[in-house]
């Protein structure tokens, strides 16, 4: 009986401890400060990233969450995603424009001004956000009358976003309509920003005490000194995923695709190329997907591989190979027309991939052609303008010696004599029809 309520006692003294360290665990976590890193173009993989470093931080009760920025812009419609991210996020969402020489331009300025508290550190430069591309409208570039409304609809959003967290409504307007900037110096003076930081550290400092309101009201005091720093980081998959979604890396799997697919198609077999190709041309559709393409250029692009084709297929002489040329460099000069500069291939990218696309595939049409007009070697076609040997008189029927084989022949040229040499000149079965061969013909002699 003593050994049992031992026992009782010990399970209970072990379930308390577990209970406190627990509860100790919860607390740590509680009390620390989630810090996303958002360097690059605003696109949608951001979004997911963003979205799920809120969750993470609302789950276990941080006491705030910092996006460190360094942008020049990005998509308006996952701009306007990570700021309903934020502004219904409930906990506070610091903005911070990092390290120094960084920038907050275009997306990057609404980010910024959404956040419950903005913050730039020295040799930092916020503005210039008049919408060049608002989502997929850059496909064309906008007429004056579109351009009014883009610029009228991101004017009042950002007035809006300014006005909700007290900040000064007219710099930001003006930011959206003249693409004016500041460095963070003048931008805490003009009430853009909350202050001015030198690290996480001194940032994390001057957090403490400041107080914030949520969406839904809440006033909540930040007690961020001596609280833990959560390095939030991106996945393995969103890293991959965000470094596909670039023009220039868009561009170079489209090429990719498009040399490994002809090579497979030119050539049956080789496998390789084809899965090579299928990969990246998956990976350029998702990367296209989530970029302001002109779809003219993908059409153009497009046109240039069935031109290579039909290079293939018909005697054009270059012909088609210089027209998909021609189409290969518009379709690549035209891909992002129309988009904010961030969203432009490089020009010295675009020259070395048409003139390697261009080589490559020249060099595959080349050997198709070439070896679609080899002549044959095995099978009937091997016996075409073949010189046999007559070993019984054709008159028209016979019997003629190949390759040390016998073979009933008609002629197609009157009555030839034993031993004489005959041209075979097309088979039917196992009957050859031939004619006799005229001094100094040119024909095509077996090979020994």
């Known amino acids: 009986m003593m050994l049992k309520k031992i026992k009782i006692v010990f399970l209970l003294v072990v379930l308390l401890l577990a209970v406190f360290t627990a509860s100790g665990v919860q607390a740590q976590t509680s009390g620390a400060i989630y810090v996303l890193t958002i360097k690059g173009t605003i696109n949608p993989v951001l979004v997911d990233y963003v979205e799920r470093g809120i969750q993470e931080a609302e789950k276990n009760g941080a006491h705030a969450l910092i996006i460190q920025l360094d942008t020049p812009g990005g998509l308006d419609t996952a701009m306007r995603d990570i700021v309903k991210l934020m502004v219904n996020s409930y906990v506070p969402v610091v903005v911070y424009v990092a390290p120094s020489g960084s920038r907050a331009a275009s997306a990057g300025v609404f980010i910024t001004i959404a956040a419950h508290v903005a913050a730039m550190a020295p040799n930092t ?33 950002i007035r809006s976003i300014a006005e909700a967290h007290g900040r000064n409504m007219e710099w930001a307007e003006k930011a959206v309509r003249e693409s004016v900037s500041a460095t963070e110096r003048e931008a ?14 001194d940032l994390i400092g001057q957090l403490d005490g400041r107080q914030v309101t949520l969406i839904n009201g809440q006033v909540v005091t930040l007690h961020t000194a001596g609280a833990a720093i959560v390095d939030f980081s991106m996945t393995t998959v969103e890293n991959f995923l965000y470094t596909i979604a670039d023009p220039n ?19 049956p077999g080789l496998i390789f190329p084809g899965i090579v190709g299928g990969i990246s041309l998956l990976m350029a559709f998702y990367s296209l997907g989530m970029l302001p393409v002109n779809y003219a250029g993908i059409l153009l692009i497009v046109l240039a591989i069935g031109l290579f084709i039909g290079e293939v297929l018909t005697t054009t002489f270059g012909i088609f190979t210089a027209g998909g040329v021609v189409s290969l460099v518009a379709g690549s000069l035209m891909l992002f027309k129309g988009a904010s500069p961030e969203f432009q291939i490089d020009p010295w990218l675009v020259a070395v991939i048409c003139i390697l696309v261009t080589g490559g595939l020249t060099f595959i049409i080349q050997r198709t052609i070439s070896a679609h007009r080899k002549q044959a070697f095995t099978g009937r076609e091997e016996l075409i303008n073949k010189i046999a040997v007559v070993k019984e008189t054709l008159n028209p029927e016979g019997t003629v010696f190949y390759k040390g084989e016998r073979w009933t022949a008609i002629s197609e040229s009157g009555e030839i004599k034993v031993g004489d040499d005959v041209i075979i000149k097309r088979v039917d079965g196992l009957l050859l029809y031939v004619e006799k061969k005229r001094k100094g013909a040119a024909v095509s002699k077996p090979k020994r």
């Open 125 to 157: 430069a916020i503005g210039a956000a008049h919408p060049v591309s608002i989502g997929e409208e850059g496909e064309q570039a906008m007429s004056e009358t579109m351009e009014e409304k883009v610029v009228n609809d991101a004017a009042a959003y």
């Open 188 to 201: 805490l003076e003009l009430n853009v920003i909350d202050l001015v930081a030198s690290d996480i550290q």
């Open 249 to 267: 890396i868009a561009y170079l799997l489209l090429s990719i695709a498009t040399l490994g697919i002809m090579a497979e198609i030119f050539n």
